[in-house]
């Protein structure tokens, strides 16, 4: 290939995908990338996941929900907005971000030490407060169907907001959550949470983890066969956006 041939590519923007950066109330920033559904928006607003982690899993979820909606009644996916909240500037993936926000307390001794912690509600609060009325006002959103998705420390996140404010969405999904961040948490998910792990997660007990907290709050499990931590949420990835739009 000749490097005048080379000149003949050219930056590539996914469709309907919109992005905007925020400094929120504590004076964290992040990238908020929203994408929307080719179809009018029902009376009601769109459904809509929100995804945390926007560099892991924003792209995936997008795609899926895009392609798996056209047919809705093959695949049980309904037309949706996917609102990915990426770290910074959504460039790459932030690790201190990512414990500070997701968590509210401290790790278990020996565990990531020296990594920050304990801002779940300030995170909280910035979603709330902050990221839904934002995209409310760009794209028109369905109160009565909000889903939350996250995946490990992100999954702990999602758990801990259903048991703190369960009111903020509607439908939660949380995928490897990171339960041996604190084993001491309690809550009644039943139909609206939707837990998830892969069938090769056996560090930290991770699957004996899921399972106990899975039947101890009356949530919905699934196990992804011959999936790993970074391979479950892809695995499961039609479940979550079913979960997501079911009524």
Known sequence: MTHAANRDWTPHQPARQQARDIVAADGR???????TPEAPAPVEGYPSILVLDGVQHFAAMSDGASSLSRRPQKTGVERMVVIGVFHGDG???????????????????????????????????TLSDEVLP???????????RRTLFGHSLGGLFVLEALAQQPDQFNRWISI??????????????????????????????????????AEASSARLLIAPNADHGSAPLALLPDALRHATGR
């Open 91 to 125: 460039q790459g993936l932030d690790a201190d971000a990512r414990s500070r926000d997701y968590t509210s307390v401290a790790p278990p001794s020996g565990e990531l030490v020296g990594k920050p912690f304990g801002g779940a509600d300030a995170f909280r609060r």
């Open 29 to 35: 920033r992040y990238r908020i990338v929203v994408s």
């Open 134 to 144: 934002l995209v409310g006002d760009y794209v028109p959103l369905d109160p009565t």
């Open 176 to 213: 490897s959550p990171s339960l041996w961040w604190r084993d001491d948490l309690r809550l009644e998910g039943g139909d609206a949470l939707l837990l998830g792990i892969g069938e090769r997660e056996l560090r930290r007990d991770m699957v004996g983890r899921t399972k106990a907290f």
